[in-house]
């Protein structure tokens, strides 16, 4: 709480290194391989974002698409009248103030409740898109474009990635982190030592949603022309969950364990069998509760007490296998 | 008289058909230590959860000094000042002792944080016993120790009225002195409090003044051997035959 601890200096010299070496890849290589990183990149970015507020709240949201598809709309619609970092603030911004609602309008309820509601405004947003868009533009969609190469988007979201992780560090140590620590162990007990415990998880979920906003910014160039059933996939939403349960989210760089073997199989289903990939995805998600239920990191961080314990010294493991997800 | 830090006016709570407390008033003065007591299903428990904000009132009024706090969330009550330990203990099982005492102090008051509430929280450690102790998980301590934790957690706060749900419930004889002095001990530096207590011992040595509830009503409020002499008393806990 207090200092720097060595495991973290170790960790931000690690996280430095694997950063310089990653931000090389452009420099490298183009075509596939540079977008297959813009692809792992991405993803890591939002199962990040998503695991700051999922993870210590166990709340399992399915808006990442929402937010996706508003940061990619802010680019779309005013990328003639204003510069590009202003719009990336306006994806931010928008998508902040789109989470508050929604915390506002269901944190208090339990979470299987938050589930259905993310997954069904994210819909319902598409859908208001799709109508207005014919309805008052007389088209399906909007060109992005742009000067940016493929390069330029990796930086930016490599950039992205790191920036989550460091709000997720800063968080950690802050009294937000702590109170929501607090959260996770006792409600109760968090609000009899005077937690405002549903305005804190509405803070973080902004934060979280903002980050997943500005993916969804970066990533409009690439699209060139945006449609709401892109923009607003769901199929976002349920990767991100996916990726960041397999890694786990009890740590702040679990979902990066989960982000890049499922992006690699999702990328090889994609070229061998592109019609089976909803398939894969349904088998994954429940191989991952089952069998997985606290992700690849709480399975190590488990075995690792187990062996503890049983030489002796060690201490009990909270939840050895629990299924994390309150919903 | 000094004047009422907290006075409970009228304080009703039903749960459906059920009246767990009923219209019952008491003051408490500034430095007061008193007993809430009475029979299992008095409502003693309930009076605490309004009190803290556990649960809402279906009617009456709770002041605090000026402020009313009835009806308030329980970190609003947290803020005005009122810390509590729980019947079944209550302590953040994924934490250490120190960071367990450091959740009393970082969220009301001056939100005391980072070195000084460390060196705070380890000084209210080492207040309640458990000095040395501080980096150790509190699931793997013993249940009076998580005790200890609790309360130095609620004292952490700083709180202008402290609540003890039965703190000293299941303590064997020996602990049972060491908890005894260790209230004695915090309420001779000048915090107000009320126990909700079963004990009857530690009742007679700390209480200078009792309030005894039955079946959700006060039925004696006064100084603690009068109130333990009181009929009425003795018929709720034992019956009429010994009254």
Same mark, same amino acid.
């Given at each position: ?8 200096? $170790? ?14 890849? *452009? ?20 199962? +990040? ?16 698409? =929402? ?15 204003? *510069? ?6 306006? @994806? ?29 405004? +994210? ?33 930016? /979201?490599?950039? $992205?990635?790191?920036? +989550?992780?460091?709000? #997720? ?60 059933? !892109? ?38 289903? =994609? ?26 990191? %709480? ?29 | ?29 500034? %430095?007061? /230590?008193? #007993? ?13 959860? $309004? ?21 308030? !969330? *329980? ?9 509590? +330990? ?16 450091? @959740? ?9 944080? #980072? ?38 957690? !609620?004292? @952490? ?6 609540? /003890? ?5 299941? $303590? ?58 009181? *009929? ?12």
């Amino acid at each position: 709480m207090t200092g720097i601890h060595r495991d973290e200096m $170790l960790g931000l010299i690690c996280g430095g290194v694997a950063l310089a070496l990653l931000s090389l890849l *452009p420099l490298l290589t183009e075509g596939f391989y540079l977008s297959f990183g813009v692809n792992l990149v991405l993803y890591a970015a939002l199962s +990040t974002a998503w695991s700051l507020f999922s993870g210590p709240t166990r709340f399992v949201s399915l808006a990442s698409a =929402a937010f996706f598809g508003i940061g990619t709309y802010s680019v779309a619609l005013w990328l003639d009248a204003l *510069p590009f970092v202003v719009l990336i603030a306006i @994806a931010a911004l928008a998508s902040a103030a789109l989470a508050a609602l929604i915390g506002a309008a269901t944190l208090r309820l339990s979470g299987v409740y938050f589930v259905i509601f993310t997954l069904g405004l +994210t819909e319902l947003i598409r859908q208001i898109v799709s109508w207005s868009q014919s309805r008052f533009a007389h088209k399906m969609g909007l060109y992005v474009f742009t000067d940016f190469t493929e390069g330029d988007l990796y930086w930016m /979201l490599l950039a $992205l990635t790191a920036a +989550t992780f460091s709000v #997720g560090w800063l968080i950690n140590r802050s009294r937000l982190g702590f109170a929501l620590r607090i959260i996770g162990d006792d409600e109760t007990v968090a609000r009899h030592v005077g937690i405002a415990t549903a305005r804190a998880k509405i803070v973080l979920f902004m934060i979280s949603g903002a980050f997943a906003g500005i993916a969804g910014a970066i990533m409009a160039p690439r699209y060139a022309y945006i449609e709401p059933q !892109a923009a607003f996939n769901p199929m976002i939403s349920f990767m991100v969950v996916i990726m960041a349960l397999l890694g786990g989210t009890r740590r702040l760089w679990g979902p990066l364990v989960g982000v890049v073997p499922f992006t690699v199989v999702m990328e090889l289903i =994609a070229a061998r069998f592109p019609n089976e990939s909803l398939i894969v995805v349904g088998i994954a998600f429940l191989a991952i509760v089952y069998v997985l239920p606290s992700g690849v990191t %709480g399975r190590i961080e488990c075995l690792r007490e187990r062996l503890r314990r049983s030489l002796g010294t060690g201490v009990d493991a909270p939840g050895c296998g629990k299924i994390e997800g309150r919903a | 008289m000094k004047p009422a830090l907290l006075s409970v006016v009228r304080m009703r709570k039903a749960f459906g058909g059920l009246v767990a407390v009923n219209d019952v008033s008491f003051d408490v003065s500034e %430095g007061e /230590l008193i #007993g809430l007591i009475g029979p299992n299903g008095s409502g003693k428990t309930t009076m605490l959860n $309004l009190i803290s904000g556990a649960l809402r009132p279906t009617s009456g009024e709770i002041r605090l000094g000026r402020n009313q706090i009835s009806g308030l !969330a *329980p970190e609003r009550i947290a803020k005005e000042g009122i810390a509590r +330990t729980f019947q079944l203990v209550r302590v953040l099982p994924s934490m250490t002792a120190i960071e367990n005492v450091i @959740a009393g102090t970082a969220f009301v008051g001056d939100r005391t944080w #980072g070195a000084r509430a460390h060196t705070l929280a380890g000084a209210l450690l080492e207040r309640v016993g458990l000095t040395g102790r501080e980096n150790a998980p509190v699931s793997t301590m013993t249940y009076i120790d998580q005790k200890r934790v609790e309360l130095a957690r !609620a004292l @952490a706060a700083d709180p202008r009225l402290l609540l /003890l749900d039965e703190w000293l419930a299941g $303590l064997n004889p020996s602990e049972l002195l060491i908890g005894i002095d260790l209230i004695g001990e915090i309420s001779r530096e000048g915090r107000t409090i009320i126990m909700v207590e079963h004990v009857m011992d530690a009742i007679r040595t700390l209480c200078s003044r009792c309030v005894v509830m039955s079946s959700g009503v006060k039925i004696a409020d006064g100084t603690a051997s009068n109130v333990l002499a009181d *009929p009425d008393v003795i018929r709720a806990y034992l019956g009429d035959d010994d009254a």
